[in-house]
């Protein structure tokens, strides 16, 4: 029997879609094929008596539709850092087997799990991650050309992205780049999308 769990922190996604992605509210990806990320840093969590406390962890896939009716293949990269007690927990809950968020994606083909060290910055302004030589993401807040009227400030969009729940609010921003190497993925994207936010998920 499965043990309750909680994970909370920030999270950000990063895509070959343009901004604002259109995946986040029931339509098309804007290319035949979507190329995403997504990154977790949790703050705070737990699994059973098993803290889950303080480390970092992405997903990589790929979709031919949108995401949110089924990814055709996708793997996770987890924070090495973890004991094996805590990766038995974590995988108890990403396994979907716990219920919550990850009983609810679909993934034709599992890649599999990597572990990797990971250096992570995320203060809903700019983001960042690196994992091994796997992953790398560099994003921020998307600002106004030069020469317009406009403040630069971060802004926020209502989505129905569950990835970003309870709230499922996002700041929108662009990729300075989007590189990923893992399995049989490779992905080289700058100036496209991407988005930070907060997340709250429990189960079962």
Known sequence: MAEKWRLEGTVFDACNCETLCPCVYFQAPNN?????????????????????????????GYATQNPLMGIDKAGWILDEKLTQQQRDALMQILGGKAGGLFSMLSVKNPLGVLWARFEHSND????????GDALKIKAG???????????????????????????????????????AKAWDLSY????????????KYEGP
């Open 124 to 131: 809903e302004r700019s983001w960042s991650v690196q994992a």
């Open 141 to 179: 807040f998307v600002k106004p050309p030069p020469g317009l009227p406009f403040e630069a400030k971060a802004k926020i969009a209502q989505t129905y992205d569950p990835l970003f729940g309870p709230s499922m609010e996002k700041v929108v921003g662009i990729t300075e780049y989007y590189n």
């Open 32 to 60: 035949p094929d979507c190329r995403l990320a997504a990154v977790w840093h949790i703050n705070k969590g737990r699994y059973g008596n098993t803290s889950l406390d303080n480390f970092t962890m992405a997903v990589v």
């Open 188 to 199: 080289d994207i700058s100036g496209r999308y991407s988005s930070s936010g907060r997340f």
